[in-house]
């Protein structure tokens, strides 16, 4: 007789965000729109948190946190909205962050 098996193989990859440690920075235009990344790929699927100078950031009807977190678009950006934004993603197989300083001229 014949016997046959199907699996699903789900291969875990550790996070990943390049140039860990680097600060990025970013200039955004008053008035614009502004979206930032956090650009992970890992396995399984990282939770994702926002946070502006150091605190959770807080989601209004201009900011709001996109696609699981992956994204974070800002609207009508303000001179107040410059500062430090960061994001950490965190699975079973670690952490990582990403660190973006947004300028805001105009």
Known sequence: GED????H???QEPLSITSVGETHSITAVAGG????ECPED????PHIEWHREGSP???DARRQVLAEGRFLQIRAVGAADGGEYSCRATNALGDTSLRVQVEVRG
């Open 4 to 7: 046959s098996r199907s699996f």
């Open 9 to 11: 193989v789900s291969i």
């Open 33 to 36: 729109q502004l979206v930032l």
């Open 42 to 45: 890992a396995v399984p699927p």
């Open 57 to 59: 950031l807080q989601e």
